[in-house]
């Protein structure tokens, strides 16, 4: 199981699969009732990784070898769809009911408005992404491998990134251990930001971030495991916010 999003706090959606490479099965899965029980969407053949809607109806998942499914009616049936594609999408966004945004292992960023139709972005960026997270429906952040990050502050018209190591405003490049270099252990996995600009973001072995879109280094911090830290969702609160990391042991930390 890969990703989790609610329409409600009774609706639920979880998107999955097996198979090494998106090769196996994939799966949807419905609660009714907070998730005290799941019940199988059937007929779905493709293994997702991530799942957002637009709205309390209209949701989309993607995963593995370009693969994008639509529902209309809150997760009951599905419909495909397609960006034209075969890079394995990453994270999805939908921050406003006419507004997602796809990012790929391709260093592409997809957008829509009704989750048919998808415009490449082709943001001149091949660095892979894995993450987005929006706060709001004009600002966003998108991350990936080596700490690597794209901003938007005017509803993905234009995006900021760091070029060559040099920082521009609202653009972010972390770093850790005095070392910037290429490596896996450096992957920013999972993003979420909120409404004052702060940010948290997970990574491999425990290691995770706090900072601010306003400033460009950001203090990271490990949590006692050795686990890698794949998957974050938050609850944003009016003085606090409650978020849930989820590892590659099947553990999860709040």
Request: net charge negative; glycine share 12%; aromatic share 12%.
């Amino acid at each position: 199981l890969e990703d989790i999003t609610c329409l409600s706090s009774s609706l639920c959606l979880i998107v999955g699969g097996s198979g090494a490479f998106g090769a196996g099965d994939g799966i949807i899965l419905r609660s009714q009732n907070g998730g005290d029980s799941w019940q199988t969407v059937p007929q779905i053949f493709n293994v997702f990784s991530t799942i957002d809607c637009f709205d309390a109806t209209t949701c989309v998942a993607a995963g593995w070898n370009g693969v994008i499914y639509v529902s209309e009616n809150a997760g009951s049936s599905w419909r495909s769809a397609t960006a034209h594609t075969t890079s394995y999408f990453s994270d999805i966004e939908c921050p406003t009911a006419d507004k997602c945004f796809l990012t790929s292992t391709n260093g592409r960023i997809y957008y829509s408005n009704d989750g048919y139709i998808w415009l490449d972005l082709d943001l001149g960026n091949d660095i892979s992404l894995t993450g987005i997270s929006c706060p709001s429906s004009h600002q966003c952040t998108a991350v990936g491998d080596n700490g690597y990050m794209l901003t938007t502050t005017n509803g993905g018209r234009d995006w900021q990134e760091n070029t060559q190591g040099f920082l521009t405003s609202k653009t972010l490049w972390i770093c850790y251990d005095n070392y910037c270099g290429i490596e896996y252990a450096n992957r920013i996995n999972e993003l979420e930001c909120f409404a004052d600009g702060s940010c948290l973001a997970v990574c491999h072995e425990g290691t995770y971030f706090l900072g601010d879109t306003l400033y460009p280094s950001w203090p990271s911090y490990k949590i006692n495991t050795g686990q890698n830290l794949l998957g974050l969702f938050c609850v944003e609160g009016i003085t606090t916010n409650t978020c849930y990391a989820a590892g590659s042991g099947g553990t999860v930390w709040k």
